[in-house]
């Protein structure tokens, strides 16, 4: 058995009064993170925040920076939900600290969340700012890439346009009989009292809104359907009830759900993100230049070098990064030249037959030629197929491709029957064999070019890493796994609130780090 006063003292005596109290100062340490986070936010310009509140009489309002202070420092910390952050802000000396003793409860914390929309995408710029004035960002080298989020919505339960049809019906034929049921009543009291209503039941405004709601999902399903038809899907036209700007899209790890799908321009300097937004479906290359000239706005200039995969090689996407000067790195489903037999000096001229196994195919079973089978001239605006037959011009055409028009030219060739090669070159349900050239084909052969290079793949190499490293801390680490809002205005607004925090985080560490090592030397 320990003895009695072999345990600490405490220094406070719960019933006695103490003459010097410890301060709020004194209760958080001089380098405590938010410490650091209130220094940030106060360089910041609040002014767009504070023209929101009236200055009129009744009770004084919390200032914006002390409520934003405690929503993104509780972001840092894994406190996102108002409940969560009004008892922190009662009962945490850090939440204390940084909001002097003031106790917002949790509906003032959600709605001024919900609020302040613009302010915090301004808020998210002068984040971004105050890093480049420290050298943390140099738009040098950036990632860009997608990630998807869950919804706050349930996989089963959605709108088809059968369904939503059935529905629109059955509530067409409700407002009409409850319509007949007061006009009856409408009737009846005017011949009672001599007095009828204009204004109609309650009952029924709801019913009238609920199928302003339906006629606008409806609205909704026809233009994902016609955008399926455009792009050759043939999987049925679906949103989630519960949210219906989220879509039903394939998660990686595994089976389907209700998403929505978040893209992140990051720095490599020290992997702040420097642009942001969420998009419904996963269009995300339709949204690569725009990013780039939201870039451009913020802070003035173009990154130097932007990394992003596969799916960011779209034509447009290629034609546009030159066009704005901007160094892309993408790869692009290309054969390499060298290793090329259709590469020959005489196109007119058959490929030798010792290499013609060596040519292209579309697959690995080898059943049908690749287009890169087929040689250009650009002088004669031709191919030629690898037995040396020319494929002239025969028409243009346009095509949707992830969201985008793309104008093309066909080319066809008239002299398919009895070609000994007829079997791996033509369809069996084609006549002849054609190769369809858009007019981002010089660009593709360009960043090819620049991807074989032993430079361009060892800058790819790089994207991992940099784009990929904020979605999973922010998933794993910040726990955004699932929305907690709908719509995707308010889901834009809670991944900016994230986003935010994690630049502030990367801050306040940086910081910390640098005055670490300056009192060491001092």
Not at 35 to 53: C, I
Not at 211 to 226: F, G, H, I, N, T
Request: hydrophobic share 35%.
């Amino acid at each position: 058995m320990a003895k009695i006063d072999y345990w600490a003292t405490p220094p406070l005596n719960r019933s006695q009064t103490v003459l010097f109290a410890p301060t709020l100062e004194d209760c958080i340490d001089e380098d405590h993170s938010v410490r650091l986070l209130d220094e940030v936010l106060s360089a910041m310009d609040w002014t767009k925040w504070e023209a929101h509140f009236p200055f009129r009489h009744g009770q004084p309002p919390i200032h914006p920076r002390k409520m934003a202070g405690a929503i993104l420092y509780g972001w840092t910390v894994r406190l996102k939900s108002g409940r969560q952050l009004e008892y922190a802000a009662r009962n945490n000396l850090d939440f204390i600290w940084l909001l002097e003793g003031l106790t917002p409860d949790h509906s003032t914390f959600c709605k001024f969340r919900a609020t302040f929309k613009d302010e915090l995408k301004d808020l998210f710029k002068q984040v971004v700012r105050y890093a480049m004035n420290l050298g943390m960002v140099k738009l040098n080298q950036v990632g860009f890439d997608g990630t998807a989020v869950k919804a706050n919505s349930s996989r089963y339960r959605t709108w088809k346009a059968e369904q939503i049809e059935r529905a629109l019906a059955a509530l067409d034929q409700q407002i009409e009989e409850l319509m007949r049921e007061a006009d009856q009543a409408d009737a009846q009291d005017a011949s009672l009292l001599g007095t009828s209503s204009d204004e109609l039941p309650e009952e029924l405004k709801d019913l009238h809104q609920r199928r302003d709601k339906l006629r606008a999902v409806s609205d909704s399903l026809e233009e994902l359907a016609e955008a399926k038809r455009r792009e050759g899907s043939k999987s049925k036209a679906q949103i989630p009830k519960a949210d219906p700007d989220s879509r039903v899209l394939l998660n990686k790890e595994g089976g389907y759900a209700a998403n929505y799908t978040p893209l992140n321009a990051v720095d490599r300097e020290f992997g702040l993100i420097v642009q942001t937004e969420v998009i419904q479906g996963n269009s995300e290359s339709v949204n690569t230049l725009t990013a780039m000239d939201s870039i451009q706005d913020a802070y003035g200039r173009y990154p130097d070098e932007v990394l992003a995969d596969t799916a960011f090689s779209t034509g447009p996407n290629l034609g546009g990064m030159e066009e704005r000067e901007i160094d892309f790195y993408s790869p692009v489903s290309a054969v390499s030249a060298e290793q090329n037999p259709a590469n020959r000096e005489d196109p007119k001229q058959p490929v030798a037959e010792t290499k013609r196994d060596d040519l292209p195919f579309r697959d690995k079973k080898k059943t049908q030629f690749d287009k890169s089978a087929f040689l250009y001239v650009e002088e004669e605006d031709t191919y030629y197929c690898p037995m040396g037959e020319p494929m002239r011009r025969e028409k243009a055409k346009g095509a949707y491709r992830s969201g985008q028009y793309i104008r093309s030219r066909v080319y066809r060739c008239h002299a398919c029957d009895g070609c000994p090669l007829r079997s791996k070159c033509v369809s069996p349900k084609s006549k002849c064999r054609t190769i369809t050239r858009d007019e981002y084909e010089p660009h593709r052969q360009r960043m090819a070019a620049k991807m074989a290079t032993d430079q361009g793949r060892e800058k790819y190499n790089q994207r991992t890493w940099i784009a990929e490293t904020p979605f999973a801390i922010l998933k794993s680490i910040f726990g955004v796994r699932q929305f907690l809002t709908r719509g995707l205005e308010n889901v834009d607004n809670e991944w900016r609130w994230a986003c935010t925090a994690f630049n502030l985080k990367k801050i306040i560490r940086q910081t910390a780090q640098l005055r670490a090592v300056a009192t060491k030397i001092g």
